[in-house]
Each structure stands twice: as structure tokens, then as C-alpha cells.
């Protein structure tokens, strides 16, 4: 991991009908993280929050709640993360998972560009692989990983070469998967863990084997984080609660281990909605997350 980090705010709050995850990135840094993180030792460049622009030339054609406004995003955040990946890790701050179609498609165009594979980790209850056309609600913070590997429905968005290699990701912390995006996990090549996964064998187990994976193809990692891997008793504040999630110790082996690996080339922190929160609680339990995953521990360790 690089001694240069970015905070790069997303106010995406196009994905879903629930509105509040546009406050996220700075509560964020209300709760503390650019401080942490200077704590930490590294160098910190806070980029501000993007905006979303013109959308006068988008085609808005085909299913997806306010598709126009996502397209845009997914524009401006790739672009964004093509650019910080040259020289830092970049943290983006989000708002809700539809900024993950742009996050991780800049992943992916430094990842081509450097001739590096790329793997992704998906800490969430959801799979995220819904297309607008099997999405029973439209909702395009759903849609990302459907978006990313090619799947069809997704006219209007920036295009890519290579779609993202199905084999180079792992779903950890499912616990929320409708009958379609079952029947497409089962006929794909992604790793999946479910809670159950999670409850027979250990989080760290699964979690190593993945990240032993990336190493050995010396690989890129992007992270995306969502809220409702952890389980709302620890962070409430997320539209999308489903109980049965990660503990805080589980979700901090995580981040830690990621820390461990020396492997983060980017992180996603989403689905935050302020309004939701109580008294910070939820920004402040993912702001530690992220500051695990940058490196802070209680002792250090040999490796």
C-alpha cells in the first residue's frame, strides 16, 4: 500500500428512492477520518466532494431509477479514480453503491493501463449484480457488479474493453439475495460467502484465501465496503438494514488483514445516510474501519 492517500467525496444519491447518503462524505469527516488518518503517518490529500455534471448529451433510455444522474456520476468518479490511482490510494467517500460503477471502472482502466489484474471485495448483505432489466425496483445502487462484468441493460454507460473478471472477486458478508440474482451467482465464476460461510469456517479463513489469491497474481485490490456488511446494531445508519450481520471484531479482522496484506490500491465507503445515524455512531464505526484497513492497530505485528 502507498504512503499517499485521497479522500475523494461521492455525494451519490441517485441509486435509491431513500434520500440522505448525499451528506455522507462529510460526515465522514466530522467523524474524524482525515485525522486518523494523518495519524497514521501517511499523506493526506482530502480532494473535496465531486459534482455531478452536465448531463445534456446522456441518453436516458432503458430501466434504472434517475439512470441520467448515475451515468453522469459514474463518468465523473472514474475519471477521478483513473487519476488518483496514478500516485495514491484513494478513499471514496460516499454515498450510496451506485458509485461503485465508477470507482471500480477507474480500478479497472489503471488496472489495463499498468497491465495488472484486478480483484475486487465486496464487503456487503447484498450482491449488488441486479441489471436495471432484472431489478424488481430499478434501484441502481443495486447494479454495480452486474454493470462491471458486462451483464446486459446497461445502454448509456461508459463502456470498457475487458469486463471485470468474475473469478477475480469475492462477495463476503451475503445475506440479502433475491431468487434472480441467486440464479445469475450460480451460473457465474465469483466467489461467494455468505453469513453462514462466515459462522462455520471464520471470516479470516475465507478472507486469506482470497487475499493469498490476489497476491499470488499480483494483483490490485479495491474495496468496497458497504454499511450493511456490519449488522445494524453496530451501524444502524443504512436504508438497507439486515440483521445477522459481520460483528465489529469480524469487520475490523477484515480491514485489518487487508491492512496486513499490503494489497489495498482503493477503498469504497458507502451506503453511510446520516439521517439515519445515531449521533455519528455509523460514521465513526466505518471511519475506524477505514483507518484498520490504513493500518492502525493496538500492537504491531511481525510479519
Known amino acids: 500500500m502507498r504512503n499517499q492517500v485521497q479522500l475523494i467525496g461521492c455525494p451519490v444519491d441517485s441509486g435509491k428512492t431513500q434520500a440522505g447518503c448525499l451528506m455522507g462524505p462529510d460526515s465522514y ?45 459514474t463518468r465523473v468518479i472514474a475519471e477521478a479514480a483513473q487519476t488518483a490511482l496514478n500516485h495514491s490510494v484513494p478513499i471514496f467517500l460516499g454515498g450510496d453503491h451506485s458509485l461503485s460503477h465508477g470507482s471500480v471502472l477507474g480500478s479497472m482502466r489503471h488496472a489495463q493501463a499498468i497491465n495488472r489484474p484486478l480483484f475486487v471485495l465486496w464487503l456487503d448483505a447484498h450482491s449488488d449484480f441486479h441489471t436495471p432489466n432484472t431489478s424488481a425496483s430499478a434501484h441502481l445502487h443495486g447494479t454495480p457488479l452486474g454493470y462491471l462484468t458486462g451483464r446486459e441493460g446497461f445502454e448509456g454507460f461508459p463502456t470498457f474493453d475487458k469486463p471485470l ?32 460461510a462466515i459462522d462455520e469456517h471464520g471470516i479470516g479463513p475465507l478472507l486469506a484465501a482470497f487475499l493469498a489469491k490476489v497476491k499470488g497474481a499480483h494483483g490490485l485490490l479495491h474495496v468496497s465496503l458497504d454499511v450493511d456488511f456490519i449488522d445494524p446494531i453496530f451501524a444502524p445508519a443504512v436504508g438497507t438494514t439486515v440483521p445477522g450481520g459481520a460483528t465489529l471484531r469480524e469487520a475490523h479482522l477484515a480491514m485489518e488483514m487487508i491492512c496486513d496484506s499490503g494489497l489495498l490500491s482503493a477503498l469504497d465507503l458507502v451506503e453511510l445516510n446520516p439521517f439515519l445515524d445515531e449521533r455519528g455512531k455509523t460514521a465513526q464505526v466505518m471511519s475506524d474501519l477505514a483507518a484498520s484497513a490504513l493500518g492502525r492497530r493496538v500492537f504491531d505485528r511481525l510479519t
Open 29 to 73: 469527516r466530522t467523524a474524524g477520518l482525515p485525522k486518523a488518518i494523518k495519524e497514521l503517518g501517511l499523506n493526506l490529500h482530502d480532494l473535496g466532494n465531486l459534482t455531478l455534471p452536465a448531463l445534456g448529451d446522456i441518453e436516458t433510455a432503458g430501466p434504472g431509477f434517475k439512470r441520467a444522474d448515475t451515468i453522469g456520476w
Open 165 to 196: 473478471t468474475q473469478e477475480n472477486i469475492c462477495l463476503l458478508g451475503l445475506r440479502s439475495v433475491d431468487a434472480p440474482e441467486r440464479a445469475a451467482l450460480q451460473n457465474s465464476k465469483i466467489i461467494c460467502h455468505d453469513m453462514r
